[in-house]
């Protein structure tokens, strides 16, 4: 079955970055964009950005462009989100999630979560 | 960007309940609105896709209608494990997504 495997939790200062990890399990890795979305304490979810894993291309929310970088490692079936210039209200858990396509995209396979802590 | 807009923010419930959620677009997605369930600390759950189409494994008691800018998430008869938080979810404008900001469901 389907399995997305994330990073465990990081605690950062303001202005340094993390990298979060994702990896892929069950499906072939390559053939399915991988997005990201974060979801900050008592708050709703907000979608950052996607990644072709076949070709690297990738598309990020305007919000982020610059601090954030979405990367892939295929022969180890694994995703990467990076986000720079940390801010304290960077602090959520951030989510990798598949999009499936069957006729219309959506997302039907998520990690299980990575809590980023942005304190000094 | 499309804005999603859900209705009401939260609402009290009672098992056996009918319940409905609404999801409004600021423009027409035509059926690009995705449902998800989320429980306090798990990941989000796809419930429906494409407006109405109900996932795999997913109780049919949840069923999804609409198009274009006015969509619903119908529970007909609530079961405990359902008191969660539901998000409504916007593709048409791939590669840009937006979410709602999601309705509360809890015990009366």
């Known amino acids: 079955q389907v399995q997305l495997l994330q990073s465990g939790a990081e605690v950062k200062k303001p202005g340094a970055s993390v990298k979060v990890s994702c990896k892929a399990s069950?499906?072939?890795?390559?053939?399915?964009?991988m997005h990201w979305v974060r979801q900050a304490p008592g708050q709703g979810l907000e979608w950052m950005g996607w990644?072709?894993?076949?070709?690297?291309?990738?598309n990020y929310t305007q919000k982020f462009q610059g601090r954030v970088s979405m990367t892939s490692d295929t022969p180890i079936n694994t995703a990467y989100m990076e986000l720079s210039r940390l801010r304290s209200d960077d602090t959520a858990v951030y989510y990798c999630?598949?999009?499936?396509?069957?006729?219309?995209?959506?997302?039907?396979?998520w990690g299980q979560g990575t809590l980023v802590t942005v304190s000094s | 960007d499309i804005q999603m807009t859900q209705s009401p923010s939260s609402l009290s419930a009672s098992v056996g309940d009918r319940v409905t959620i609404t999801c409004r677009a600021s423009?027409?997605?035509?059926?690009?609105l995705n449902w998800y369930q989320q429980k306090p600390g798990e990941a989000p759950k796809l419930l429906i896709y494409?407006?109405?189409s109900l996932q795999s494994g997913v109780p049919s008691r949840f069923s999804g209608s609409g198009s274009g800018t006015d969509f619903t998430l119908t529970i007909s008869s609530l079961q405990p494990e359902d008191f969660a938080t539901y998000y409504c979810?916007?593709?048409?404008?791939?590669?840009?997504?937006?979410f709602g900001q999601g309705t509360r469901l809890e015990i009366k």
């Open positions: 999630a598949r999009e499936f396509w069957s006729g219309y995209p959506y997302f039907d396979s």
């Open positions: 069950g499906y072939t890795f390559a053939a399915y964009y």
């Open positions: 990644i072709n894993p076949n070709s690297g291309a990738t």
């Open positions: 423009q027409s997605i035509g059926i690009f």
């Open positions: 494409g407006a109405f």
């Open positions: 979810q916007q593709t048409y404008s791939s590669p840009s997504i937006t």
